[in-house]
């Protein structure tokens, strides 16, 4: 069987695509190949990050794999968090003061628009493929909703009056920019 491995040791995220594949291709972790290494993801891109993923563990050990990187870009601030999302206000992860920082910056801002972006770098015998997914929105004045992670309580998809903290996550994984490239992803896998 064709292993590939996924670089993230996200066990929700490993799940969700290996009940999309079919039984062709044997789906490891970082762990169940006993890497242990902290990755750093030293990139300016969500493509140069999912990339120093991918690559690293090619190299290191010359097996297919794909990582993912993953953030918030606001128009009015440049496109910024971006690849700084989970550490915009210093601290990794610490969810409520990214926030903080985000509303603070758009302080009387009129211009809320913004997208969740992830980028996907798969090896596949050797070569690199990308899959990109997106999701556009706007950025609510307060949070709302307890639901999800990240800025979802702060984020309006386009064509919903709530935010993703105030949907399932069914609802969300229907539309939001990882689903869209892990589906992008599974398809290619599913021609393989
Ligand atoms: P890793 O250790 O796997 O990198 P992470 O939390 O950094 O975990 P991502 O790269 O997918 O995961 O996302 C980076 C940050 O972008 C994340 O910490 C959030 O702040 C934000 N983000 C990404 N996807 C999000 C989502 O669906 N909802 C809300 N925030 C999200």
């Known amino acids: ?52 993923k991918s690559q690293f563990i090619y190299k290191k050990y010359n097996l297919d794999c794909f990582g993912d990187d993953s953030g918030l870009e606001i128009d ?55 899959f990109d997914g997106t999701v556009e929105g706007t950025i609510r004045t307060a949070p709302s909703g307890s639901d999800g992670f990240g800025y979802d309580p702060i984020f309006e998809p386009d064509g919903y009056n709530i935010t993703f903290a105030e949907m399932s996550m069914d609802a969300k994984n229907q539309i939001s920019h990882r689903a869209k490239a892990m589906e992008l992803l599974v398809n290619f896998l599913s021609t393989r």
């Open 1 to 52: 069987m064709h292993k590939l491995v996924f670089a993230t040791n996200n066990r929700h995220k490993l799940d969700e695509v290996a009940a999309k594949i079919d039984g062709k291709i044997e789906l490891l972790t970082l762990n169940d190949i006993g890497c242990y290494d902290d990755i750093e993801e030293t990139g300016t891109t969500f493509k140069q990050n999912a990339s120093i």
């Open 76 to 130: 009015a601030l440049n496109g910024q968090p971006g690849v700084y999302s989970a550490r915009y206000a210093g601290e990794h992860g610490n969810h409520a003061a990214n926030i903080k920082k985000v509303l603070d910056n758009l302080e009387g801002e009129t211009n809320r628009k913004a997208r969740f972006r992830t980028v996907i770098s798969l090896i596949w015998n050797g070569e690199e493929h990308f």
